[in-house]
C-alpha cells in the first residue's frame, strides 16, 4: 500500500464528474479511461502532492510515477506527468531508458504522450543533447505513440531555437507516416522550429510539399505570413 497514490486517487475519485468524462471523450479517436476531470483540478492535485511523492527520493516517485502510467486513467498520468520536471535536475541519461519504457507499454493517447514527452523527455534531452540520436532512433518503432514521442518531446527545445537538424532528420522519416497523430507530431515540431528558424523550414516545406501529407503541412507553416503559407501549399 502506498499512501500516497491511495490520497491521490481518493482525491480523483471525489473530484469525478460524469458529464466531464462523457464530454471529454469528442477530443480522442481511441478510447481513453478517465475519472471525468478538469485539467485545471488534476494540476493543482499534482502540486500539492509532489512533495509528499518526492519525499523518499528520486527512484521512489519514478516508481509512483511508473504506478500511475500503468492504471490506465489519463488523470493519473497527467499527475506523474506533473511530478517529473520537478525533479529534471536530477535527471541522468539512463532515465530516458525509463521514459520510453513507459510510452511504449502505459500510453495509448495523444494528451498523455504530449505531457509526458513535451515536459520530462524534452528536459532530459535538452539536458543531455547527445540523447536526441535516441528519439531519432524511436521513428523506427512499430508503436505510433513512439513515434509521436519522437517528434514531440523537442516541442520546447525547438521553440528555443535548438535541435534544427535532429527535427529535420525526424520529419524525414515520419514524413509518409500512415498515422493522422504522428503526422500532426511532426507538422507541429517544423512549426515550433520556424518560430527561430523560418526560412529553413520554409525550404523544408517547399522541398517536401509534393509528398507531405497535408495535415502536417499546414501545421508546419501555420507561423508563417499570408503569402508563404499560399506559395507552400501550392502543389503541381
Same mark, same amino acid.
Given at each position: 500500500?502506498?499512501m500516497?497514490?491511495d490520497?491521490v486517487?481518493? @482525491?480523483?475519485v471525489?473530484a469525478?464528474?460524469?458529464?466531464? !468524462?462523457?464530454?471529454s471523450?469528442?477530443? $480522442?479517436? @481511441?478510447?481513453?479511461?478517465?475519472?471525468?476531470i478538469?485539467?485545471?483540478?488534476v494540476t493543482?492535485?499534482?502540486r500539492s502532492? $509532489?512533495?509528499?511523492a518526492s519525499?523518499?527520493?528520486?527512484?521512489v516517485l519514478?516508481?509512483r510515477?511508473?504506478?500511475l $502510467?500503468?492504471?490506465?486513467?489519463?488523470?493519473?498520468s497527467?499527475v506523474a506527468?506533473?511530478w517529473l520536471?520537478?525533479?529534471?535536475?536530477?535527471f541522468?541519461r539512463?532515465?530516458?531508458?525509463?521514459f520510453?519504457? %513507459?510510452?511504449?507499454t502505459y500510453i495509448?493517447?495523444w494528451a498523455?504522450?504530449?505531457t509526458l514527452?513535451n515536459?520530462?523527455?524534452?528536459?532530459?534531452?535538452a539536458k $543531455?543533447?547527445?540523447?536526441?540520436?535516441?528519439?531519432?532512433? %524511436?521513428t523506427?518503432?512499430?508503436?505510433?505513440w513512439?513515434r509521436?514521442?519522437a517528434?514531440v518531446s523537442?516541442?520546447?527545445?525547438a521553440?528555443r531555437?535548438?535541435f534544427l537538424?535532429?527535427a529535420?532528420?525526424?520529419?524525414?522519416?515520419?514524413?509518409?507516416?500512415? @498515422?493522422?497523430l504522428v503526422?500532426?507530431?511532426?507538422? %507541429?515540431l517544423?512549426?515550433?522550429a520556424s518560430?527561430h528558424?523560418?526560412?529553413?523550414?520554409?525550404?523544408?516545406?517547399l522541398?517536401h510539399?509534393?509528398?507531405?501529407?497535408r495535415t502536417?503541412l !499546414?501545421y508546419?507553416i501555420e507561423l508563417?505570413?499570408?503569402?508563404m503559407?499560399r506559395?507552400?501549399m501550392k502543389k503541381?
Amino acid at each position: 500500500m502506498d499512501m500516497v497514490l491511495d490520497r491521490v486517487r481518493a @482525491e480523483l475519485v471525489a473530484a469525478a464528474d460524469e458529464s466531464i !468524462r462523457q464530454s471529454s471523450r469528442r477530443f $480522442f479517436k @481511441e478510447p481513453v479511461q478517465s475519472y471525468g476531470i478538469r485539467t485545471a483540478t488534476v494540476t493543482r492535485l499534482a502540486r500539492s502532492t $509532489f512533495s509528499e511523492a518526492s519525499a523518499d527520493g528520486k527512484a521512489v516517485l519514478f516508481d509512483r510515477c511508473e504506478d500511475l $502510467f500503468a492504471s490506465g486513467y489519463i488523470e493519473e498520468s497527467f499527475v506523474a506527468c506533473s511530478w517529473l520536471p520537478r525533479v529534471s535536475g536530477e535527471f541522468v541519461r539512463e532515465d530516458l531508458d525509463r521514459f520510453a519504457h %513507459w510510452i511504449d507499454t502505459y500510453i495509448d493517447n495523444w494528451a498523455s504522450c504530449d505531457t509526458l514527452c513535451n515536459h520530462a523527455v524534452g528536459d532530459l534531452v535538452a539536458k $543531455f543533447p547527445d540523447t536526441v540520436q535516441v528519439l531519432i532512433d %524511436w521513428t523506427a518503432s512499430p508503436n505510433r505513440w513512439m513515434r509521436r514521442a519522437a517528434a514531440v518531446s523537442l516541442i520546447l527545445p525547438a521553440r528555443r531555437g535548438a535541435f534544427l537538424d535532429e527535427a529535420f532528420a525526424i520529419a524525414d522519416r515520419l514524413l509518409l507516416d500512415e @498515422e493522422d497523430l504522428v503526422r500532426k507530431g511532426y507538422g %507541429w515540431l517544423l512549426k515550433e522550429a520556424s518560430r527561430h528558424h523560418r526560412q529553413e523550414v520554409y525550404d523544408y516545406v517547399l522541398l517536401h510539399r509534393q509528398t507531405m501529407p497535408r495535415t502536417a503541412l !499546414r501545421y508546419a507553416i501555420e507561423l508563417m505570413p499570408p503569402e508563404m503559407r499560399r506559395e507552400a501549399m501550392k502543389k503541381g
